[in-house]
């Protein structure tokens, strides 16, 4: 059983910053792309951030120059630093990563697993 767990949410005024984390867990063979997405109240879900296993790094338009994804291989955990919140940054805010496990003798199974959601709230 794999689990990714988030940490690092909360409440914190404009212009300020949050660390989000999000550790894998269970029966690991390796991870291949990191992610964070985040959804908004009424908005489908959107990608902010995602990271190769060899650090490559793509970020949405919106979040570009203040945010920072990155990820700690050995943990098998995955960043979100944020920098310069603004309001519109509130949201709920998701860990994904694509999981290799192995299946049966053999045989490995890769799959897309996503962490419960941390909730972000950007006000004053």
């Known amino acids: 059983q794999v689990q990714l767990v988030e940490s690092g949410g909360g409440l914190v005024q404009p212009g300020g910053s949050l660390r989000l984390s999000c550790a894998a867990s269970?029966?690991?063979?390796?991870?291949?792309?990191m992610a964070w997405y985040r959804q908004a109240p009424g908005k489908q879900r959107e990608l902010v951030a995602s990271?190769?296993?060899?650090?490559?790094?793509n970020y949405a338009d919106s979040v570009k120059g203040r945010f920072t994804i990155s990820r700690d291989n050995a943990k098998n955990t995955v960043y979100l630093q944020m920098n310069s919140l603004k309001p519109e940054d509130t949201a709920d805010y998701y860990c994904?990563?694509?999981?290799?496990?192995?299946?049966?003798?053999?045989?490995?199974?890769?799959?897309?697993?996503w962490g419960q959601g941390t909730q972000v709230t950007v006000s004053s």
């Open positions: 269970g029966s690991i063979l390796s991870i291949n792309a």
């Open positions: 994904n990563a694509e999981i290799v496990t192995i299946a049966a003798p053999s045989r490995l199974r890769r799959s897309d697993y």
């Open positions: 990271i190769t296993s060899g650090g490559s790094t």
